[in-house]
């Protein structure tokens, strides 16, 4: 089988490396004629392994996170003149927000860790535990003094499973749902996400004051009005700006504005990024402390991976490759550049 011959021989063979990313290198031999883009990808595999490995993901990903913060500038600055085009007021916008408003939630939480890759007897053990807390709980156990006994979650018995206050983003989509649905005072169904399985009491719930969360509502007016995006380009296209130029004319004219991003909206594109690191290293199986040879073992089986998850990773892993060749040394003695 390949991938077992492959992992004869993990980094430190006398070949001359034929991969080499960072303190990981593969020899020709290892590699048994893998075609030049499954060495690349292999590369790839190797450089998020070793983010993984030393706990660097949220470095790595910096570069995506702030182009993504210029994205979301950039949709603000195309729906203010999609408004100003149309002439909506934000006395218009406004009125409209208090009719649907959003909310800041205030959250405490039971976690029974059991991600979604783990095996079923170790789901259905992560469950069992919830519902007999949830058994406890609608016995007239004290939700505080149950989180702070029984919560997996780091640093819950301190804080009795309360979360810092959190908005629409903040939290991953189903624990979001599970808290929105309820009153202050209740507690939810057991509810599971990619983490494992909880359980969710609402401490308190505020309306967002209107200047939060006034750029939400103006993009969603602008997008039933026109195209934001269309319009933007008509501006641009009206000063004469050339292809080249028009994302950081664009992005200058945000500057001018004043527009940025709230720490929320900061915090919900960082999770975004968070999100997919998860998914990529349950995937894959990468791990923090494995030692270079450790990743280079598990590059090797991550590349051979028939999973259909492993293969829908490894190409977003491709996708991303601009990240893992500006943070790491990527060298393919095949391959210039």
């Known amino acids: 089988m390949l991938i077992t011959t492959m992992l004869v021989a993990a980094c430190g063979t006398s070949d001359p490396p034929a991969v080499t990313v960072g303190d990981v290198s593969f020899s020709e031999d290892q590699l048994l004629g893998l075609a030049p883009e499954r060495r690349r990808t292999l590369a790839h595999l190797t450089a998020f392994g070793l983010a993984v490995a030393d706990s660097s993901t949220a470095e790595l990903g910096a570069p995506r996170v702030e182009r993504w913060i210029d994205d979301r500038r950039l949709e603000k600055l195309a729906a203010d003149l999609t408004l100003e085009k149309h002439d909506v007021s934000d006395e218009v916008l406004e009125s409209r927000y208090l009719t649907n408003p959003e909310w800041e939630l205030t959250v405490r939480h039971i976690l029974f860790f059991s991600e979604r890759w783990r095996s079923p007897d170790h789901r259905a053990e992560a469950l069992a535990k919830a519902e007999r807390a949830m058994e406890m709980l609608r016995d007239g156990a004290d939700f505080a003094q149950t989180a702070a006994s029984l919560s997996e979650e780091p640093g819950a018995e301190g804080r009795e499973g309360l979360l810092t206050p959190g908005r629409e983003g903040a939290w991953v989509p189903e624990f979001w749902a599970a808290a929105v649905a309820l009153e202050p005072g209740q507690v939810s169904g057991v509810t599971e996400t990619q983490y494992g399985y909880h359980i969710l009491r609402l401490e308190d719930r505020e309306v967002v004051p209107f200047s939060d969360a006034r750029t939400a509502v103006a993009r969603e007016v602008a997008r039933q009005i026109e195209d934001p995006a269309a319009v933007l380009d008509d501006w641009l296209d009206e000063r004469g700006v050339e292809d080249a130029e028009r994302r950081d004319t664009a992005l200058s004219e945000a500057d001018r504005r004043g527009l940025e991003v709230?720490?929320?909206?900061?915090?919900?594109?960082?999770?975004?990024?968070?999100?997919?690191?998860?998914?990529?290293?349950?995937?894959?199986?990468?791990?923090?402390?494995?030692?270079?040879?450790?990743?280079?073992?598990?590059?090797?089986?991550?590349?051979?991976?028939?999973?259909?998850?492993?293969?829908i990773a490894r190409s977003e892993i491709d996708a991303h490759r601009d990240l893992f060749e500006r943070r790491y040394d990527i060298r393919l003695a095949d391959e210039t550049g």
């Open 262 to 311: 709230s720490e929320a909206e900061r915090a919900e594109l960082e999770r975004r990024w968070g999100d997919q690191v998860y998914r990529w290293t349950t995937a894959f199986g990468f791990l923090y402390g494995l030692t270079p040879a450790q990743v280079a073992e598990a590059a090797l089986r991550a590349l051979a991976s028939p999973n259909q998850n492993a293969r």
